[in-house]
């Protein structure tokens, strides 16, 4: 057999260790940030800062969860750049519900 093809069963075991060890450190952070989502909620900063810092922690957890569980964190440039545009265009579509909530045509009924 060739090296590129032969691995060491003391190097396979290494990784997988390593590996195991990276999951289990993400599963407890997102264990935590599950129990700092729930203390959070009953703190009372006001109705814009509770949805402001529950927003934070979902996108903390969310990244976690992209980043290590869906290996994301190790993908080449063209997936980032996708992921970027996509970021992007759904920030933009939401920027522009926002700003027509109260935008309605000429001479129709509001309730």
Same mark, same amino acid.
């Given at each position: ?12 075991? /290494?990784?997988?260790? $390593?590996? @195991? ?5 993400? =599963?407890?952070? !997102?264990?935590?940030?599950?129990? &700092? ?29 992209? /980043?290590?569980?869906? $290996?994301? @964190? ?5 997936? =980032?750049?996708? !992921?970027?545009?996509?970021?992007? &265009? ?22």
């Amino acid at each position: 057999m060739s090296d590129a093809t032969s691995h060491s069963p003391n190097h396979d075991h /290494a990784h997988e260790s $390593h590996s @195991i060890k990276g999951y289990l450190f993400v =599963y407890f952070a !997102l264990l935590v940030g599950t129990v &700092f989502t729930v203390w959070a909620s009953y703190i009372d900063l006001g109705s814009h800062w509770n949805i402001i810092l529950a927003l934070v922690i979902a996108c903390v957890k969310a990244f976690l969860v992209i /980043a290590y569980f869906m $290996h994301l @964190i190790s993908e080449k440039k063209m997936i =980032y750049s996708i !992921l970027g545009f996509t970021m992007f &265009f759904f920030a933009g579509l939401m920027v522009l519900t926002l700003c027509s909530m109260h935008n309605f045509p000429l001479n129709t009924v509001t309730h």
